[in-house]
């Protein structure tokens, strides 16, 4: 067999039992801060990334509409000068408006123009932002301007197109009697420049078919002038000579670039019917509708040689503005810093750290709560076990749980501490109550014990005084019985009261004559004292059976405790008239304000000789302060050694119901 343990000793608590991490107060509180902190970072982050790409893409609008302004006025610049001189006044203007720094370089990086002021401006960046070449229009920014040709010429280099001050006032003039004509038969119209400085005719609403039904002919302002013959003839035969090296047919070329074939020479058939194959370009002319072919035409279609053609048109143009417009530049557009288009670049680099520092608030989140949660759950582990302590039979001698703080726990420890010493007091007092419990009783059972046996033996005569011994040892008996048996009632809630109107000057009476003989007795004198004139107190709706068990009781102890030639008072009044005040006044040897406390617990006696003498079972006061909580009331004690005590009963006055419910209560 194994040997056999010995039980651990009373008093001793079992070890802790401790509580899995997830189900203690520490592992939720652990739990709770790191959910907390988790979601705090996950909102932040989320806030910061929303607020800074909100911020970043509102920048990026913003350079990008300045940088579309700038590539717009300079490729205009371009477009309309054949060289970039007096660029520079152009270059500061927009660097001024946008605060944007603007370079403009060969495309070997020869300065052109630059806004910054500095001795040494700071190096361009690697990357250009735009080539500045009205020939060849940058897609990735727009332009102005009008829309590009498909040949991604800018519409505002005319070159050899652009009309002089003389065909421009005819034109213009021509132009205002179309419009006078077409507002006489209801249309309103108005008169649109373009880059060449030929004007053009615009219905209100862009409607052209209300103009083409009125009589007013546009066919005067369609024709071209002597210097837009002069160009067209020239690009004309650029293109021929372009289509004659790839041994195509040549073309005509109409003022809008549309393009008519020409005929066939004799013996050869055309490869394809005649074909008026417009091309949308915003150079030098005006949007007017091709001239039509007089052969008859099928459906339009795109075949090699139109294709062909569009690309030798394309090629002529060029050749015949390149000498009109500024070469090629280079556009370098970033911050006066130095600095390029500002960005959002979420490398890893960038994720280490954020993640990094989203890492360092969640451990010292995790690290303060720790700490916090380390000393909250210390000082309750120690009202656990004083609690455990406590249970396992320890209150007798209680050990005070150390009261660090005050705050919630302190408090909490505090009011333990409280009661656990109350409880102490209440054991001790529960141990001398038994005691003297047995102690009350067993005087006058020996008393009655002892005269019964020396009548049995014969040694002493039952005669009337025998007989009177034994009843009033049977008396004391019956009266311990009596007071135990109310203070169970009461404690139960089964002490009952039939209240009825009372008048206590009445009661305070019958009180008095029924003590006069104790009072006599003991050399004291008992007297009520009168109330003041027109000072009447109110009637009491009161039990007068236990009102004058309740004052009976005040003035047996003031009596017992008052030395002969001393005095006891009994008087009533009512300062409010709402209560009824009973004072009971001795001239005795009075308490000391330590014991005051104590005057109304069970078998407490100031005298601890436990004399009949001086005291009685110890249990009156107990059953005063019963009785007068049972009619809603409260008593004190006001004390001082040597010069006497008052006891002070309140009740509430008539109005006021104590039923049997205020008793049950208690």
């Given at each position: 067999?194994?040997?056999?343990?010995?039980p651990?000793?009373?008093?001793t608590?079992?070890?802790?039992r401790r509580?899995?991490?997830?189900?203690?107060l520490?592992?939720?509180?652990?739990?709770?801060?790191?959910?907390?902190?988790?979601?705090?970072?996950?909102?932040?982050?989320?806030?910061?990334?929303?607020?800074?790409?909100?911020?970043?893409?509102?920048e990026?609008g913003q350079n990008?509409?300045?940088?579309?302004?700038?590539?717009n006025?300079l490729l205009g610049?371009?477009?309309?000068h054949?060289r970039?001189?007096?660029?520079?006044?152009?270059?500061?203007?927009?660097?001024?408006?946008?605060g944007?720094?603007?370079?403009?370089?060969?495309?070997?990086?020869?300065?052109?123009?630059?806004s910054?002021?500095?001795?040494?401006?700071?190096?361009?960046?690697?990357?250009?932002?735009a080539?500045?070449?009205?020939?060849?229009?940058?897609?990735?920014?727009?332009?102005g301007?009008?829309q590009?040709?498909a040949?991604?010429?800018?519409?505002?280099?005319?070159?050899?197109?652009?009309?002089?001050?003389?065909?421009?006032?005819?034109?213009?003039?021509?132009?205002e009697?179309?419009?006078?004509c077409?507002?006489?038969?209801?249309?309103?119209?108005?008169i649109?420049?373009t880059?060449?400085?030929?004007p053009?005719?615009?219905?209100?609403?862009?409607?052209?078919?209300?103009?083409?039904?009125?009589?007013?002919?546009?066919d005067?302002?369609?024709?071209?002038t002597?210097?837009?013959?002069?160009?067209?003839?020239?690009?004309?035969?650029?293109?021929d000579?372009?289509?004659?090296?790839?041994?195509?047919?040549?073309?005509?070329?109409?003022?809008?670039?549309?393009?008519?074939?020409r005929?066939?020479?004799?013996?050869?058939?055309?490869?394809?019917?005649?074909?008026?194959?417009?091309?949308?370009s915003a150079?030098p002319?005006?949007?007017?509708?091709?001239?039509?072919?007089p052969?008859?035409?099928?459906?339009?279609?795109?075949?090699?040689?139109?294709?062909?053609?569009?690309?030798?048109?394309?090629?002529?143009?060029?050749?015949q503005?390149?000498?009109?417009?500024?070469?090629?530049?280079?556009?370098?557009?970033?911050?006066?810093?130095?600095a390029?288009?500002?960005?959002?670049d979420l490398?890893?680099?960038?994720?280490?750290?954020?993640?990094?520092?989203a890492?360092?608030?969640?451990?010292?989140?995790?690290?303060?709560?720790?700490?916090?949660?380390?000393?909250?759950?210390r000082?309750?582990?120690a009202?656990?076990?004083a609690?455990?302590?406590?249970?396992?039979?320890?209150?007798a001698?209680p050990?005070?749980?150390?009261?660090?703080?005050?705050?919630?726990?302190?408090?909490?420890a505090?009011?333990?501490?409280?009661?656990?010493?109350?409880?102490?007091?209440?054991?001790?007092?529960?141990k001398?109550?038994?005691?003297?419990?047995?102690?009350?009783l067993?005087?006058?059972?020996?008393?009655?014990?002892?005269?019964?046996?020396?009548a049995?033996?014969?040694?002493?005569d039952?005669?009337?005084?025998?007989v009177?011994?034994?009843?009033?040892?049977?008396?004391?008996?019956?009266?311990?019985?009596?007071?135990?048996?109310?203070?169970?009632?009461?404690?139960a809630?089964?002490?009952r009261l039939?209240?009825?109107?009372?008048?206590?000057?009445?009661?305070?009476?019958?009180?008095?004559?029924?003590?006069?003989a104790q009072?006599?007795?003991?050399?004291?004198?008992?007297?009520?004292?009168?109330?003041?004139?027109?000072?009447?107190?109110?009637?009491?709706?009161a039990d007068?059976?236990?009102?004058?068990?309740?004052?009976?009781?005040?003035v047996?102890?003031?009596?017992?405790?008052?030395?002969?030639?001393?005095?006891?008072?009994?008087?009533a009044?009512?300062?409010?008239?709402?209560?009824v005040?009973?004072?009971?006044?001795?001239?005795?040897s009075?308490?000391?304000p330590?014991?005051?406390?104590?005057?109304?617990?069970r078998?407490?006696?100031?005298e601890?000789?436990r004399?009949?003498?001086?005291?009685?079972?110890?249990?009156g006061?107990a059953?005063?302060?019963k009785?007068?909580?049972?009619?809603?009331?409260?008593?004190?004690?006001?004390?001082?050694?040597?010069?006497?005590?008052?006891?002070?009963?309140r009740?509430?006055?008539?109005?006021?119901?104590?039923?049997e419910?205020?008793?049950?209560?208690?």
């Amino acid at each position: 067999m194994p040997p056999r343990s010995d039980p651990p000793p009373r008093g001793t608590p079992p070890p802790e039992r401790r509580l899995p991490l997830r189900k203690s107060l520490l592992g939720r509180l652990l739990a709770v801060s790191a959910l907390v902190a988790a979601c705090s970072v996950a909102a932040t982050a989320w806030l910061a990334v929303q607020t800074t790409s909100g911020a970043i893409k509102q920048e990026q609008g913003q350079n990008l509409t300045d940088d579309a302004r700038i590539y717009n006025t300079l490729l205009g610049y371009a477009a309309t000068h054949p060289r970039w001189d007096g660029v520079d006044r152009t270059v500061t203007d927009l660097a001024r408006q946008t605060g944007r720094r603007i370079a403009l370089t060969t495309p070997q990086r020869v300065p052109l123009a630059d806004s910054a002021t500095q001795d040494k401006p700071p190096a361009l960046p690697p990357q250009t932002s735009a080539v500045v070449d009205p020939l060849s229009v940058d897609g990735t920014l727009p332009a102005g301007g009008g829309q590009s040709a498909a040949d991604r010429v800018d519409p505002r280099a005319v070159g050899p197109f652009r009309l002089p001050a003389a065909e421009r006032a005819g034109l213009q003039e021509t132009a205002e009697r179309i419009v006078s004509c077409l507002r006489d038969d209801g249309v309103t119209s108005d008169i649109v420049g373009t880059p060449s400085g030929r004007p053009r005719i615009q219905a209100v609403g862009n409607d052209l078919d209300r103009i083409e039904g009125t009589r007013c002919s546009i066919d005067a302002l369609e024709e071209p002038t002597a210097t837009e013959t002069k160009a067209l003839t020239a690009l004309n035969q650029l293109a021929d000579a372009c289509l004659k090296r790839q041994d195509r047919h040549a073309v005509r070329l109409n003022l809008d670039l549309s393009w008519n074939r020409r005929p066939a020479p004799t013996g050869r058939v055309p490869t394809a019917p005649p074909v008026s194959t417009p091309e949308p370009s915003a150079a030098p002319t005006t949007p007017t509708e091709a001239t039509p072919t007089p052969e008859p035409s099928a459906a339009p279609t795109i075949n090699d040689d139109d294709r062909a053609v569009a690309s030798c048109v394309g090629t002529a143009r060029r050749e015949q503005l390149s000498s009109y417009v500024a070469t090629p530049a280079l556009l370098f557009i970033g911050d006066p810093g130095g600095a390029t288009v500002p960005g959002f670049d979420l490398s890893p680099a960038n994720t280490a750290r954020i993640a990094g520092a989203a890492a360092l608030v969640l451990a010292l989140t995790v690290g303060a709560s720790l700490f916090a949660a380390t000393r909250l759950v210390r000082p309750l582990r120690a009202l656990t076990g004083a609690a455990q302590r406590m249970k396992d039979g320890g209150y007798a001698d209680p050990v005070p749980v150390p009261v660090t703080a005050d705050n919630e726990i302190g408090r909490l420890a505090s009011a333990f501490n409280d009661m656990s010493a109350h409880r102490a007091r209440l054991e001790g007092q529960r141990k001398a109550m038994v005691s003297d419990v047995a102690h009350e009783l067993r005087t006058p059972l020996s008393n009655i014990r002892g005269w019964l046996e020396a009548a049995q033996d014969g040694v002493a005569d039952p005669d009337p005084a025998f007989v009177a011994s034994l009843l009033e040892e049977a008396m004391q008996l019956q009266h311990i019985i009596g007071d135990l048996q109310d203070l169970a009632q009461a404690d139960a809630g089964a002490l009952r009261l039939h209240p009825e109107p009372v008048r206590i000057e009445e009661l305070l009476g019958h009180v008095a004559a029924a003590h006069q003989a104790q009072a006599d007795t003991a050399e004291v004198t008992l007297t009520v004292a009168g109330t003041a004139p027109g000072a009447d107190v109110p009637e009491l709706s009161a039990d007068p059976v236990r009102l004058r068990q309740a004052v009976g009781n005040l003035v047996s102890n003031a009596v017992r405790h008052t030395p002969p030639g001393g005095s006891v008072t009994l008087s009533a009044s009512s300062p409010d008239g709402d209560v009824v005040v009973v004072d009971v006044a001795d001239t005795g040897s009075g308490m000391p304000p330590e014991d005051l406390r104590y005057v109304f617990d069970r078998f407490w006696r100031a005298e601890k000789s436990r004399s009949r003498r001086t005291g009685g079972s110890g249990l009156g006061l107990a059953i005063v302060r019963k009785l007068a909580e049972a009619h809603g009331g409260t008593v004190h004690a006001v004390s001082a050694e040597g010069e006497g005590s008052v006891f002070t009963l309140r009740i509430p006055a008539a109005g006021r119901p104590v039923a049997e419910e205020t008793a049950d209560r208690l």
